[in-house]
């Protein structure tokens, strides 16, 4: 039965990869608390190694359509791959509950960020940013995606989007990129520290890869507008849902 239901969290989370670009994690972890009751870091933990699978699964899509900067994706991962390190070994030295929190107030402020301009309002140009830019953007999410186990993309997507001024497509299949990348030191640093329940881990797999196609073939095809619109409405829901929950726990 936890299999079952480590899958249908998994394909929901997929989904959410492949049409957001983030990884999955947003749904996945509030799934594993929520649902399987696991540790807070383990739920933390256990999303990184799922995330690699489900990124690189939407990923197809995205690259089909030449939707992803390569050369912003392969800079900005150097960083977030060394990053993603730092950040799962302060795991360690902070309270569960209080990573999640975290994710939850960030996730939400970013999200804001995200809505479209007003209609009627000129876009302004994309940015092409220098290698020390993607340095930098990429240690933040590296070190967010190994601290929180949230993939990166909660940081990539709106960063691309509203500071760089990536198209939403490009900035979704971009994140894919690193998000899939930088997991992986994530994920070995977590499985040293002893914060992924593989069996669970096992069951999202299932999910996720049906879901990231789906998600991502919807995403692609999608109005910008939209798509945009719709990417930060669900971020900033999941997010209230989600701090409320963590914040309750503290209290029992």
């Keep these: ?35 399987l009751d696991a540790p807070a870091l383990i739920a933390v933990g256990t999303t990184l190694p799922v995330i690699i699978p489900t990124a690189l699964t939407g990923l197809v899509a ?4 030449n939707l992803v900067d390569i050369r912003s994706a392969v800079v900005t991962a150097a960083a977030g791959g060394v990053f993603a390190i730092a950040g799962a070994l302060v795991t360690q030295a902070v309270a569960g509950e209080a990573l999640l929190i975290t994710t939850a107030a960030l996730i939400f402020v970013l999200s804001l960020r995200m809505l479209p301009h007003r209609s009627g309002e000129v876009p302004h140009p994309r940015i092409r940013p220098t290698v020390p830019v993607l ?23 709106p960063v691309l989007t509203v500071l760089l001024r990536f198209p939403v497509k490009t900035a979704l299949g971009t994140s894919l990129a690193v998000v899939a990348a930088q997991a992986i030191p994530g994920t070995v640093t977590h499985a040293i520290i002893g914060n992924i329940d593989w069996a669970i881990a096992g069951g999202l797999v299932i999910g996720v890869v049906p879901g990231a196609r789906i998600g991502s073939r919807l995403a692609v095809a999608a109005e ?29």
């Design 224 to 252: 910008d507008r939209k798509l945009r619109t719709v990417v930060a409405i669900t971020m900033a829901l999941m997010a209230i849902v989600f701090g409320i929950t963590e914040i309750r726990a503290l209290d029992t």
């Design 1 to 35: 039965m936890r299999t079952l239901i480590a899958a249908l969290i998994g394909f929901g989370s997929g989904i959410a990869s492949g049409a957001f670009g983030i990884g999955g994690a947003l749904l996945s972890t509030p799934g594993i608390r929520w649902a």
């Design 62 to 65: 995205y690259v089909k359509d």
């Design 135 to 157: 340095l930098v953007v990429g240690a933040i999410s590296g070190f967010v995606a190994g601290l929180l186990g949230v993939g990166g993309g909660v940081i990539l997507v």
